[in-house]
């Protein structure tokens, strides 16, 4: 299993969409973050944990999920960069693969030396917009079909019927 652990605000200062959202409002950055993740674990089938720090939302750890993506705000003195580490550690086996995605040089190494792979926010941005170019033709390829009638007929029965239709057989 291959699980992505985000930096949140690493991210959201990052990329140019959140970071001009979040001038404006950190609420609504932070939501945008997790639906693009949302739809890039449905395509690529990673597991997607966003790890947010507590220092701009105060108390205990909070976890939730939202879009089947699985959000964390870090306890209050606790860093995302701390959490994630220990995530990376914990859930390190034979069958998972951990990629985190932060742009914190210091962070890629701490994790890099527990075994988990590195994804710089501009490296996730490309591969995030080639998802949505990925999804995107496979859209129009299923907007483009449209089978001739309800009932799923092979290419060559339906032309036959659209011969018979016509009156050409």
Not at 91 to 102: E, G, R, S, W, Y
């Amino acid at each position: 299993m291959n699980v992505l652990l985000v930096d949140g605000y690493n991210i959201i200062g990052a990329w140019p969409e959140l970071r001009k959202l979040k001038q404006t409002n950190l609420s609504a950055a932070r939501d945008r973050l997790i639906e693009i993740m949302a739809e890039y674990q449905g395509y690529t089938g990673y597991k997607v944990i966003i790890v947010f720090d507590a220092h701009f939302v105060k108390g205990i750890q909070k976890k939730y999920n939202h879009y089947k993506v699985e959000v964390i705000f870090t306890k209050e003195n606790e860093s995302a960069d701390e959490l994630i580490e220990k995530m990376a550690i914990e859930m390190n086996n034979l069958k998972t693969q951990i990629h985190v995605a932060t742009s914190d040089y210091t962070e890629q190494w701490q994790i890099f030396g527990q075994g988990a792979l590195r994804i710089s926010a501009r490296e996730l941005l490309t591969e995030v917009g080639s998802v949505d170019s990925s999804i995107e033709k496979d859209l129009k390829k299923s907007r483009d079909y449209k089978p001739a009638s309800r009932i799923p007929l092979s290419k060559e029965v339906a032309e036959m019927f659209e011969k018979l239709r016509r009156g050409k057989l």
